[in-house]
Structures are given as structure tokens and as C-alpha cells.
């Protein structure tokens, strides 16, 4: 998914001129590296999430939160920080990725989640830990921040959504702006008569009794959002998202927290910042954002005047393109060599 990898160098930093990044100055990731450690935790009667360490055992940790909801965690996501300095904590959220049951909505609450990360925390003997989230993980993040400002040493936040009805809307109503033939797939899947209510419309075939149905409509809400990801076109994203073990997650989970207004109060995480504000952050953002487009992480600054604000002039949404993954790396630098973003 990624481009080839080679050892971060302080000279490739990002030249960075009024919040604007110049993406030609680029940062690799750092190289795959594989768990020291992992294991399940159950959570409750029904969910029980998969979770791993990598990097330095006696690190700084670092807390990797995945988007979606549902999509799950990837081997890619650790060769954002340093090896030798982070202790990288990945985990998957319930009903995501590894975690079982796969795509399951039942006791899954953006509440729940929150509590999980305190539980995984608390197993893991961490004090503290710096906060790294994109799209659905960044809303996330803000929402275990202000419950837990305590534990936050600082966020890392990429491609913001805040769980908002106008941005819950945009995905269903707005993108087709921008990519009118992968809404326009998306519909296809629908009878004419409901097509007033997709959502609805989604909802009723990803939770009905016929498995075969969910999955249908599961890859078709999967492949539209993974379709619309990338400042260019990246087939092969699309293909990876139509697999059953992420569409399942991606399309169940997604409809069910759009359903349920992402178990926020509508303003909710703009109207909590004075929880965090005076913790260190950097809000990364691609400029051709479609899925989050930048206007809400340009409001999240507004009401976060101290955090850092970057944008990537040419960019979508997804972590994998190389201006926003090279701004990723190069804060996690930052928070290394300075303690701050």
C-alpha cells in the first residue's frame, strides 16, 4: 500500500511555509517491523480485541488508532515512528481487523471504544502515551482525550472528522461531487424506489438475515469509500477494501455509527477542547481531501489555536499518500527530538 521505505534522515524534513507543506521534500517511513508482543483482550461478553506492541520495549509510547470505523489496523502503520525510540501500540477496534466477532454492532459504541482504550492501557502498565489517529481515528482520539486528558502527552491527528450530521451527510450526499461514477456504483446497488434514504436503504441489507447480502452491500460501501481515498486514482486500494475481512467491518461499522449520529452529541468534540487545548498537537490535512474535506479540520484548529496546522497541497485523504505520510513522520520526529509538535 505504501511506497518503498528507507530510514528517516533529519535533511528530508518537509519545508514548511505558512501552515503549507511543499510535499517535494519527502520523509520515508521508517522499515516494517514486526511485533515484540501481542494478544487478545477481552473486553465483554462479546467483544474481544486483538492488540500488539512493536518498537522499543522501554519506549515512549505511542498510541496507533485506525480509521473507518471498522477498517482495522496494518503491518504499514508501525513504520510511522522511530523503532528504537517509540513503543508502537496497535490494536483493532471492536468488531475491526482481528478483533472478533468481525463487523458485529451490537455493544459497539464510540463510549465503548473510549472505556477499551483505558482497559488496553491499564493491561499494558502505561502512564501516559502520545495519541497518533486519522479520519475516524481522529475523532477517536479527541473523544479519549477530552474523557482522559490525563493520559494524552499529545495528538498526531490527520484527515479530521468530527462526527458531525454535515459530515455524515457529505459522504452520502457531497462526494458524488467530486466522484460521480463511484457514487454512482454505490447506487446501483439500490433499488430506485429507496434511493431517497441510502443510508436506510444500506442499513436494512448490511444487518438483514442473509450473509450473502451483507457482504454484497458491505464491499459496495467499502470500494465507494476506498475509491474516493486518493488524490489519484489507486485501483488496487479498492480491491484490498472489497476483501470480506475488511469490507465486513468497513461497511457494517461505518452505516452503524452513521446511523447513530458516531454516538456524539452533534458539536460535541469542538464544544469539549477546553479538556485538551493545552496539550501539544499538529492537525495534518490533505488539501483534495474529499472523504474529510478541509474545512472541519480547519474548524478544529479555530477552536485549537495552539495546535500546528499543516496542509498537504497535493493530497486526498488516505495516510498512504506521500505528502501526508511524509508530515506524519516527520511530526512523530518532532515529538521525538522536542517533546512537542
Not at 459522504?171 to 430506485?192: R, T
Request: overall charge negative; hydrophobic content about 40%; charged content about 20%.
Amino acid at each position: 500500500m505504501f511506497r518503498p521505505t528507507s530510514f528517516f534522515t533529519l535533511s528530508k524534513l518537509h519545508n514548511v511555509r505558512d501552515n503549507k507543506i511543499d510535499s517535494y521534500a519527502v520523509t520515508d517511513l521508517f522499515p516494517p517491523v514486526k511485533p515484540y508482543r501481542s494478544g487478545r483482550l477481552q473486553v465483554d461478553d462479546l467483544h474481544t480485541l486483538y492488540w500488539e506492541e512493536s518498537g522499543n520495549p522501554q519506549g515512549v509510547p505511542v498510541l496507533f488508532l485506525h480509521g473507518g470505523p471498522g477498517a482495522g489496523t496494518a503491518p504499514s502503520h508501525r513504520q510511522f515512528f522511530d523503532p528504537a525510540y517509540y513503543r508502537i501500540v496497535l490494536f483493532d477496534q471492536r468488531g475491526s481487523g482481528q478483533s472478533t466477532p468481525l463487523g458485529e454492532p451490537r455493544q459497539n459504541t464510540t463510549q465503548l471504544l473510549v472505556d477499551d482504550i483505558e482497559q488496553l492501557r491499564e493491561m499494558l502498565a502505561i502512564e501516559d502515551w502520545l495519541i497518533f489517529g486519522g479520519s475516524w481515528g481522529s475523532t477517536l482520539a479527541l473523544a479519549y482525550g477530552q474523557a482522559h486528558p490525563q493520559r494524552c502527552t499529545g495528538f498526531i491527528l490527520r484527515g479530521i472528522f468530527l462526527g458531525t450530521q454535515a459530515e455524515i451527510d457529505w459522504f452520502l450526499q457531497g462526494m458524488p461531487l467530486f466522484f460521480p461514477d463511484e457514487h454512482a456504483q454505490f447506487v446501483k446497488q439500490i433499488p430506485e424506489d429507496e434511493r431517497g434514504d441510502l443510508l436506510a436503504a444500506y442499513t436494512k441489507r448490511l444487518f438483514s438475515d442473509n450473509p450473502t447480502e451483507n457482504l454484497r452491500a458491505a464491499q459496495a460501501w467499502s470500494r465507494y469509500e476506498a475509491n474516493c481515498l486518493h488524490l489519484v486514482p489507486r485501483p488496487e486500494v479498492a480491491r484490498m477494501f472489497s476483501a470480506a475481512s475488511v469490507a465486513l467491518g468497513v461497511g457494517r461499522l461505518g452505516a452503524h455509527y452513521f446511523c447513530n449520529k458516531m454516538f456524539l452529541s452533534e458539536g460535541q468534540l469542538i464544544a469539549q477542547m477546553d479538556q485538551i487545548k493545552h496539550l501539544p498537537a499538529v492537525i495534518i490535512q490533505g488539501r483534495y481531501d474529499v472523504v474529510c474535506p478541509p474545512r472541519t479540520a480547519w474548524q478544529l484548529r479555530q477552536a485549537w489555536p495552539q495546535a500546528k496546522f499543516e496542509v498537504v497541497d497535493d493530497a486526498g485523504h488516505a495516510a498512504s499518500e506521500p505528502g501526508i505520510a511524509s508530515a506524519l513522520v516527520a511530526a512523530t520526529e518532532r515529538f521525538k527530538l522536542t517533546g512537542s509538535l
